[in-house]
């Protein structure tokens, strides 16, 4: 996380905004082919936020850490943010040094073990870095890569079983990745989202360009379309429920719906037994990481 390394998130985060936006964006005219700069110049985000160019050139290069909610929510309109953005960038002025967290361990409490038992849609436990800490059968049945010690984001960008998987990858990985950053926010020295992030610097194209963008978005309910290599394509909403320092997701179809039946079919050809994962989410805690 070489931007948050450096201390000045801040105008990362502005400088990769203002390269987002294009000058029609903007109502400002092209400019021709003398454009040197993808998206505005530093001086036209000044401009149309009402500030000197001086002042805006002090912020980006981390020189004034202390902007008035004024100049920022200017600087939102001229990017063109949208809430979450938005609030996400009043945050970055907000932050302040602060002591180093005590890591706390992600625990899947036992009564979560048999919520999971008795459910009987896929549904599963992840941690803040998408790991998978628990899931129930019918979870792994909808998709192996929800197996206990795997990492969501992992497989969605580096494997490919997991990439047929998903009827819109494109959409799945910008959402996953900026849904990473949200939740990342200031917790930049966080061992598990350094490891995480380093290794799919690394190992992914994709992730290097997202992650480049500095997005930020909520990844919560929605809805979304798999192709299973059984029972074919289903369509399923996704919810994201908070138990204690974890997160609860269930997909479920429609009642009565061509997907419905498709999922009892896949209970049906299922014979996979409930997963006990606490080695593995403990292994998570530690620092380990999910096996590759």
Not at 135 to 162: F, Q, W
Not at 212 to 220: C, G, I, K, P, T
Request: aromatic fraction near 4%; hydrophobic fraction near 35%.
């Amino acid at each position: 996380m070489k931007d948050e390394e450096s201390g000045n998130r801040l105008g990362s985060y502005l400088r990769a905004r203002r390269e987002l936006v294009s000058p029609a964006q903007a109502g400002l005219p092209p400019g021709g082919g003398n454009r040197r700069v993808p998206g505005l110049r530093r001086e036209e985000v000044a401009l149309l936020a009402g500030i000197s160019p001086d002042y805006y050139l002090r912020l980006e290069r981390g020189r004034d850490k202390n902007p008035s909610p004024q100049v920022l929510e200017s600087l939102a309109r001229v990017l063109q943010l949208d809430d979450i953005e938005r609030t996400y960038l009043l945050g970055l002025a907000a932050a302040r040094p602060r002591a180093p967290r005590r890591k706390r361990p992600e625990h899947v409490p036992p009564r979560v073990h048999e919520l999971l038992a008795h459910l009987q849609i896929p549904a599963f436990i992840e941690g803040r870095a998408f790991d998978v800490l628990a899931s129930n059968s019918m979870a792994i049945a909808l998709s192996p890569r929800l197996r206990p010690g795997l990492n969501r984001l992992r497989s969605l960008l580096l494997d490919p079983e997991e990439q047929a998987f998903h009827q819109d990858w494109t959409k799945a990985t910008a959402d996953f990745i900026a849904a990473l950053r949200t939740t990342i926010g200031d917790d930049t020295d966080n061992p598990r989202f350094v490891e995480l992030v380093g290794e799919l610097a690394l190992s992914s194209q994709r992730f290097r360009t997202l992650w480049a963008r500095h997005d930020v978005r909520s990844l919560d309910g929605g809805t979304t379309t798999v192709h299973h290599p059984v029972v074919g394509e289903l369509r399923l909403h996704r919810d994201k429920l908070p138990i204690d320092d974890v997160i609860l997701v269930v997909y479920y179809p429609d009642k009565d719906s061509d997907s419905d039946e498709k999922l009892q079919l896949l209970a049906a050809l299922s014979h996979t037994e409930p997963t006990e994962p606490t080695d593995t989410a403990q292994q998570v805690n530690r620092g380990e990481g999910p096996p590759a």
